[in-house]
Nanobody, 125 residues
Framework: QVQLVESGGGLVQAGGSLRLSCAAS????????MGWFRKAPGKEREFVAA???????????DYADSVKGRFTISRDNARNTLNLQMNFLRPEDTAVYYC???????????????WGQGTQVTVSS
């Protein structure tokens, strides 16, 4: 059974940092795109960041404009783990954050094959 399990969410003040992790099990995702999405109350699901496989052991990163320069996505294939370092957090970053994996992870999220259960991030002003 394939599972993606997020951790690391919580409550933080504006300007603070959090690090999210996603532990994958049931298969390896070496040749998969992996990424993060978020959903705030009353808003549509939003792409946050992705690390995309481009062949062999090469990956490239992709960020939403709203998080570029503040968030950093990384993956550890040896541990089958995906991370999201979030710095300079803002109240508008408050949302449930979801880990996702797909052969071709599009920003709309409509081709995601595996989703995590989500972890809440709350940023107070």
């Amino acid at each position: 059974q394939v599972q993606l399990v997020e951790s690391g969410g919580g409550l933080v003040q504006a300007g603070g940092s959090l690090r999210l992790s996603c532990a994958a099990s049931g298969r390896t995702f070496t040749r998969y795109d992996m990424g993060w999405f978020r959903k705030a109350p009353g808003k549509e699901r939003e792409f946050v960041a992705a690390t995309r496989w481009s062949g062999f052991t090469t990956y490239y990163t992709d960020y939403a404009d709203s998080v570029k320069g503040r968030f950093t996505i990384s993956r550890d294939n040896a541990r089958n783990t995906l991370n999201l370092q979030m710095n300079f957090l803002r109240p508008e970053d408050t949302a449930v954050y979801y880990c996702a994996a797909a052969v071709n992870l599009e920003r709309l999220g409509n081709r995601v094959e595996y989703w995590g259960q989500g972890t809440q991030v709350t940023v107070s002003s």
